[in-house]
């Protein structure tokens, strides 16, 4: 991954960051959507999102065996 890909996706975490109230629990969880984050992926690797969706299922799936 070069340093501009890893730059747009850092701005898309940071866009996109769902953080709960630090009002509600002392260690608030910080996340990100994961659909919206894989089709961000899909789009700076130029693939279809299909195609990343794939890939995507495929670790998931080798993890899972671990």
Request: no cysteine; charged share 25%.
């Amino acid at each position: 991954m070069n340093d501009i890909i890893a730059q747009k996706l850092l701005i898309y975490i940071a866009n996109n960051l769902i953080t709960e109230s630090r009002f509600l629990t002392p260690n608030p969880k910080t996340s990100v959507e994961v659909i919206g984050l894989l089709d961000k992926i899909a789009e700076l690797r130029d693939i279809p999102k299909e195609q990343n969706g794939i890939e995507f299922n495929q670790i998931m799936d080798t993890l899972k065996q671990i």
